[in-house]
C-alpha cells in the first residue's frame, strides 16, 4: 500500500466515526443536521487547544474534545431542536456558520486563520508512513468499537424510543416518550462522535484550520451517510469508504470530477433512497428463496 493510499484510508476511518454519529440523529431520531462538520471542529480544536496549551496527554485531549463537542451540542439542541424540517436544517446551518467566523476571528484563542500545529502523540521521530501505520490500528479499532456502540444504542429502548420520535413525534409524545429530551440526547451522541472523529483528524493531520471545517464539509458528511445509507451502521461506513475513496478513483475525469459527483448524488437519491445499504438488502431479500417442505404420502390410493 503507498503512503498517499494508507493516508487516504485513514481519512476515511477518521469520516466513518464521524458519518456513524451522523447516522444517530439523521437515521435513528429523523432530524436534519447540517452541523456535523461544526462539532468535528469543535472536536479537532479542542484536541489541538487542551494539548497545546493545556498539555494535556493526547488521548486524554481527544476524550476531551469530544465531550466538549457532545456538552455544546446538547447546549445548542435544546433550542434549536424544537424546531422541524427546513427550520431546523437552517438552524444547525447558521450554528455552523457562527462556528466557522469564531474560529476565523478569535486569534487569541485560537489562532485565527493560521490554525494550530498538533506534536504526534507517539512516533515523533519516525517518518510518516510509520506513523500512519500506527495510526490507521487505532482508528480502525476506533471504528469498529463506534460502529458496536451505534448498533447496541439503536436495538435498544432508547433506540426505539429515537425511531418513535422519527416515525411520529405526536404518537410517540401521546405514548410517554420526552421528544425534546429525547432529540438532544440523540444530538448529543451524534456531536461526541463528530468531536471524537475531529480529534484523530487533528492527530492525524497535525494541524487544524478554520477552513478545513466549513459548511461544504457537511454537506460532504451528509452526502456520505445518505449515499450508504441512513438507516444502518454499514451504510454510513459504506458511504464513508466510497466517497473517501470517489477523488482517488474518479482522478482521470480532472474538472468533471464535480459533474459526475453531482450525478452520483442525483442517481442515489432517486433511484436508490434508502443508500448502498437499503440496496444489498433489497438483494438478499431477492436472492433468498423459500423453503417449501415436500411431504409425499406414498402408497396412499
Known sequence: MSPYTLHLLNLVAVYAIAVIGLHIIVGLCGQFSLAQGAFFGIGAYGLALLETRAHWPAAVAVLGGALLAAGLGALVGIP???????????ATIGFGEILYLT????????????GVRITRPFLAGAGSLVYDRAFFAVAATLVVATALAAALLGRSAFGRQLRAVRDNELAASTSGIAVTHVKVAAFAAAAFFAGLAGGLYGLLETYVSPDTFTFDFSIVLLTMLLIGGRYSVGGAIAGAVVL????????FLKDYYMLFFGALVVVSVTWMPSGIAGLVGKSKIKNQKPKIKNEGHEGVA
Do not use: C, Q, S, V
Open 80 to 90: 434549536i431542536l424544537r424546531l422541524r424540517g427546513h427550520y431546523l436544517a437552517m
Open 103 to 114: 474560529l476565523l476571528n478569535w486569534t487569541a484563542l485560537t489562532n485565527g486563520p493560521d
Open 244 to 251: 473517501g475513496f470517489l477523488p482517488e478513483w474518479l482522478r
